[in-house]
């Protein structure tokens, strides 16, 4: 973190203070005059890396409160920037705080407070130092601008108070209304007579009240002004003496020290007076109201991005960190759990070749044992059954109850027999070749009373064929007769013009495609 240092401003001189852990140290001061800020430009580089707050306890300030339509944005600051250049000649160290929005006339109207140093020469020396030498000025501020975190750090409950300090620029005499500072008023201070000096504070405050109230600040029925006197701790018997309460008037002799020390200020130099309480306030609270443009404060302004972007880099860093943390974190519990999976799986081998040892003898190897049962599960897959086909061969059956089955031979193959002779069928036109092929050969005898007459035995077996053809998938392949009954031969067969005692047999050849 960087170093503060602040800048006291006097009409004299200025003093240069380090603050540090809640300790004020006294570093070096530097009289008005070229010597002066000379020395002080020197000082300057020698310290780049600081960070430098300006308090300017200075009689050349002006307060002026006006009101202004309620607008916003552009508007706003356009108005603002005109009042400002009406005001001030000298824009650069100008201040407008806002004292809140009002009805007035059936228009909302905003009250401002104007605040500006009349001379501004007594600065611009110092500063123009500051900028030269490419210092990280934080702000300008004054002892007004301070004094509400006074109040506020010193937990006065009062809503509006005259704040009464003797500091080295003199006798400071500030009004404080809703946490906003109204108006301010430095003047000369004899502090060699601790007596003179603590009847002067009564007597200004007495009149600073009666000015008050001539500005219309403070309501003449508004009953008795609170008044926070900060006397020193060897003085403040004499402040207790001077400051008498009145009908006006009511005083809160604070002892300066004890204040001090309940501000959070450990340690402050010898010799000091109000303003190490307001110069230790400033650093610790480096409030938003200040006079300083943004050109004074560029440097300023680059630090704090690179500070901004450094932090950035640093939290993404970190996080980067912290992820592969988590990922090696993973990593190291996957290889943990994969070296317990690879153990049990090494007892798990263990204790099957264990339980192998208790296995009776097989008369063959395991492997080819392997190879055997697998080409037994993929013939099981494979195998077709023939109960479907002989179901078809019972269902042609019961149209034929002449017909006696003999023997049924059924063959499965991937091709079909070659040496059948195909019946045309227009119902086995659609067989498609592929695949396991059923063949069955039916063999049977026909029960007739009249052996020899060949039309019916003829009609009988045309009857189960074509039974055997309404069958889903079936294909007939061939028939054969008792006897031959071919264009090219003579009627012929074991049936004789005389009555056969032999009972005529037939064989059909019938076809399916495995799965209809």
């Known amino acids: 973190m960087a170093d503060k240092r602040l800048l006291y401003f006097t009409a004299q001189r200025i003093t240069i203070y380090a603050w540090k852990g809640n300790e004020l140290t006294l570093e070096q001061g530097f009289a008005s005059g070229e010597e002066g800020v000379s020395a002080f430009g020197a000082y300057v580089s020698e310290h780049p890396d600081s960070l430098y707050y300006v308090l300017a306890d200075l009689v050349e300030e002006d307060f002026a409160q006006e009101s202004i339509p309620a607008v916003r944005g552009k508007d706003r600051k356009a108005l603002l920037g005109r009042k400002i250049a009406q005001r001030y000649r000298d824009t650069s160290l100008a201040l407008v705080l806002s004292l809140g929005i009002a009805e007035a006339g059936g228009r909302r109207e905003e009250k ?130 001077a400051c008498r309460a009145t009908a006006t008037l009511q005083f809160h002799v604070l002892e300066l020290d004890e204040t001090t020390r309940a501000a959070g200020l450990k340690k402050a130099p010898d010799g000091t007076t109000a303003e190490a309480l307001f110069l230790h306030i400033l650093a610790g609270a480096q409030p ?85 049962v697998k080409n037994y599960q993929l013939l099981s897959g494979q195998t077709n059954s023939p109960e479907p086909l002989f179901v078809q061969i019972s269902n042609a059956l019961a149209g034929s109850p002449q017909i006696e089955l003999e023997r049924i031979d059924w063959t499965a193959s991937t091709t079909r027999p070659a040496d059948t002779t195909r019946v045309p069928s227009t119902a086995a036109a659609g067989t ?64 004789g013009t005389k009555q056969s005692v032999e009972v005529p047999r037939f064989t059909v050849v019938i076809a399916q495609k495995s799965g209809l």
């Open 112 to 241: 401002v407070l104007f605040a500006s140093f009349t001379n501004t020469q007594l600065l611009q020396a110092w500063l123009t130092v500051l900028r030269s030498r490419e210092a990280r000025l934080v702000g300008v501020y004054s002892l007004p601008l301070i004094t509400p975190l006074v109040g506020a750090r010193i937990h006065f409950k009062s809503p509006s108070y005259l704040m009464v300090s003797v500091a080295e620029g003199g006798l400071r005499q500030t009004y404080v209304e809703n946490g906003q500072v109204r108006f301010s008023r430095l003047g000369r201070a004899d502090q060699s007579d601790p007596r003179a000096l603590a009847e002067t504070c009564a007597a200004e405050s007495s009149r600073i009240q009666q000015y008050l109230v001539n500005l219309r600040l403070i309501q003449r029925n508004a009953g008795p002004l609170d008044v926070i006197m900060l006397a020193p701790r060897q003085d403040k018997m004499h402040y207790d003496a």
């Open 288 to 372: 938003r109201q200040q006079f300083a443009s943004d050109d004074l404060r560029h440097y300023y302004h680059l630090w704090r991005a690179r500070l901004a972007t450094t932090a950035a880099g640093a939290a993404a860093f970190v996080f980067c960190v912290l992820l592969s943390l988590f990922k090696l974190i993973d990593v190291y519990h996957t290889s943990e759990r994969t070296k317990l999976d690879r153990q049990q799986e090494a007892v798990a081998a263990q204790q099957y070749a264990r339980m192998q040892l208790t296995f009776p003898k097989t008369p063959t190897e395991s492997d080819k044992l392997k190879i055997i």
């Open 432 to 495: 498609t070749p592929g695949g396991l092929v059923q063949t069955a050969q039916i063999a049977g005898r026909i029960n007739i009373g009249q052996t020899n007459d060949y039309r019916a035995i003829t009609l009988i077996v045309d009857q189960f064929v074509e039974g055997l053809r309404k069958q889903p998938g079936i294909e007939v392949l061939s028939r054969r007769l008792p006897f031959d009954i071919t264009a090219e031969k003579s009627l012929s067969g074991d049936i």
